[in-house]
């Protein structure tokens, strides 16, 4: 039932911009609050951004003014985004779209992930 899929990803010099997305039903949208999480090697998963479907957010400090979550809800969409820019060289990492119960940044918090995208910022 609840499906998400994650593209956009890629490589980026430090300073440049991406866009991720994650298409979603329109099911999950109404249900869950969606976020995006990253994973570094050898580090563990972490929170980037929430969002429920009223548009509150929520920020890990560490991309506060450089990354903006968002979502399309439209019938035809229900997609999920996650604007980045600014990027720097920490934010290398798998990221990772996820559905979950709770305005929070806590990956045990959220049961349905996607396969995941690579970002990966190079000076």
């Known amino acids: 039932q609840v499906q998400l899929v994650e593209s956009g990803g890629g490589s980026v010099q430090a300073g440049g911009s991406l866009r991720l997305s994650c298409a979603t039903s329109a099911y999950t949208y109404g249900t869950y609050y969606l976020g995006w999480f990253r994973q570094a090697p050898g580090k563990e998963r972490e929170g980037v951004a929430v969002i429920d479907s009223d548009g509150s957010t929520v920020y890990a400090d560490s991309v506060r003014g450089r990354f903006t979550i968002s979502q399309d809800n439209t019938k035809i969409k229900n997609t999920l985004y996650l604007q980045m820019n600014s990027l720097k060289l920490e934010d290398t990492a798998m990221y990772y779209c996820?559905?979950?119960?709770?305005?929070?940044?806590?990956?045990?918090?959220?049961?349905?992930w996607g396969q995941g995208t690579q970002v990966t910022v190079s000076s």
């Open positions: 996820a559905a979950g119960v709770v305005l929070a940044l806590v990956p045990r918090y959220f049961g349905y």
